[in-house]
């Protein structure tokens, strides 16, 4: 997630790399050897296999000091991945070690990036010592990266500050579960609701689902469709429309429901926005929005002539004296429905280049604002972000500043978010996609954006093989767990690459 961009820069930075890699596969190879018989050697199911030897993998971190958090958080990714095409008919335990290993491998790079930035890890790093992790070829080169560090205290300190956000946001989730929690039993169906879909968007982006109960917004969605099947006035990304965050829950919480009904209620709302609007997509972006992901969710399939009513407008819908009245968010939110029906390149560029010029007049040097006179916004950052990567235009971007007011956006609303049924909803929506941010800068299909990230955090020394290098980075060898973005939806995807 966060960290995945340094641990390749990690990985490809270190000749070492794959010492470490083979120190960590004897260690967990002879530990399965020895236990040997809590696996079940002789089934038949893959599957069965599978997970028989994650838990002996959790017991194992376990013993290894690594918390519950930091292994549901690496683990939890497996199941969100292509395993099953991995696993095929694998049924050595060998064989299927082999495939969860680059989860590990990140799992321990992340302790290294800690023990670099001296963010309490060295009782860990000792842990490792004494259990033989750390060949003394890998220990050279990890004193001299760390004396990079000592030597550049700036680099130093703002990685420190990189690291410790992900750790702030997990122990103030955990510590907060039971508040979280009681969101799914508000009495008013919109907090409910909105409130439970954030949380799960939050939590799931740190893989955190198995720590948290969701059965009440499970059992509510399923039986008061009535409650939930509905739109509310002044829906914007920060007010969602109640009726999208059920069909999202839905989705990911594998709720049964009779789609059909489902179905039935966004026709309704196709008929809503046609009729109301003369530009739905332009004068509604986000009610309209909203509709067309509820419907890819639902898979309702839309005609031509259906998706041609929505985009319908007049030009005069797309001067500079319209759009500039759109948020940031709004502009880009257009572009990526275009982008989803494959239309971005086949319209008629009288519509597509003044959105795409009037989101360029909210990038300025300090960040990205929602409107051209307005506030640096998280939410903005992100869709820009977004944008550039979908249209492969990343250069130019002032990397440096976006992670400095990504950073210090989410220390403030970590101090500020009060998990009551008072808390702020601008507050919560505004956290998760300043999060959003660091993970697409950490896991788009882009080197450079990488290295930059890096040359953000990291001192040049550690860099210099990039530095001397005329070629811009590449990980096509790594050895990680691989995570991207998609560019049509925006989901991240877990993939294994074995």
């Known amino acids: 997630m966060i960290t ?3 641990a390749k820069i990690i990985e490809s930075s270190s000749n070492e790399i794959n010492l470490f ?16 018989q809590k696996l079940p050697l002789n089934a038949n199911d893959p599957k069965e296999v599978l997970k028989s030897l994650v838990s002996l993998i959790y017991d194992i ?9 930091e292994i549901e958080c690496h683990f939890s990714s497996l199941w969100k991945s292509n395993i099953e095409d991995q696993l095929g008919n694998k049924k050595e335990i060998m064989e299927i070690y082999e495939i969860l290993s680059p989860l590990l491998y990140k799992l321990f790079l992340d302790k290294i990036i800690n023990y670099l930035a001296d963010t309490k890890s060295n009782s860990h790093m000792a842990k490792l010592k004494s259990e033989n992790f750390l060949p003394i070829e890998f220990i050279i080169k990890l004193k ?6 000592n030597q550049n205290l700036e680099k130093k300190d703002r990685l420190q500050k990189y690291l410790q956000i992900q750790n702030k946001i997990l122990q103030k989730l955990i510590n907060n579960q039971e508040n979280i929690e009681k969101f799914q039993q508000l009495n008013d169906p919109r907090d409910r609701i909105q409130l439970s879909y954030i949380m799960y968007r939050i939590i799931e982006f740190f893989n955190l689902e198995g720590m948290f109960d969701f059965s009440p917004i499970q059992d509510y969605i399923k039986e008061h469709p009535e409650q939930w099947l509905d739109t509310i006035p002044l829906v914007s990304l920060k007010n969602p429309d109640i009726y999208y965050c059920g069909i999202y829950l839905i989705n990911k919480l594998i709720i049964p429901m009779d789609m059909n009904d489902v179905k039935y ?64 968010s709004q502009l880009v939110l257009i572009l990526r429905v275009y982008n989803h029906l494959d239309l971005f390149d086949k319209l ?19 960040g990205i604002k929602q409107f051209r006179d307005g506030f640096i916004s998280a939410e903005a950052t992100y869709h820009v972000l977004f944008y550039k990567y979908m249209r492969n235009s990343l250069e130019g971007l002032q990397t440096q500043k976006i992670l400095d007011n990504i950073i210090s956006r989410i220390y403030r609303n970590l101090q500020l978010i009060d998990f009551s049924e008072d808390i702020n909803y601008d507050l919560l929506t505004e956290l998760f996609y300043a999060c959003q941010s660091l993970q697409l800068l950490n896991c788009i299909e882009n080197e450079s954006m990488v290295e930059l990230l890096a040359k953000h955090l990291f001192p040049t020394r550690v860099l210099q093989k990039f530095i001397d290098s005329d070629e ?18 925006g989901d991240l995807i877990h993939e294994i690459r074995h």
């Open 4 to 6: 995945q961009g340094l």
């Open 21 to 36: 890699y083979k120190k960590i596969d004897e260690y967990f190879k002879g530990n399965m050897l020895k236990n040997i």
């Open 61 to 69: 971190l376990r013993d290894l000091s690594f918390s519950e958090q």
């Open 144 to 149: 001299e990266l760390r004396k990079f560090f």
């Open 265 to 328: 209620f966004l026709l309704n709302m196709y008929d809503e926005c046609i009729d109301e609007f003369e530009a739905p997509l332009i004068e509604a972006t986000n009610q309209v929005y909203f509709f067309f992901k509820s419907s890819w969710m639902a898979r309702l399939e839309l005609s031509n002539r259906q998706n041609k009513e929505l985009l319908k407008g007049d030009k005069v819908y797309y001067t500079t004296s319209y759009l500039r009245n759109l948020e940031t």
């Open 348 to 366: 008629d560029q009288d519509k597509i280049k003044p959105i795409t010029n009037e989101i360029e007049r909210r990038v300025s040097e300090k």
């Open 472 to 489: 811009t980075p590449t990980f096509n060898n790594s050895k990680l767990f691989e995570l991207k973005i998609s560019k049509d939806t």
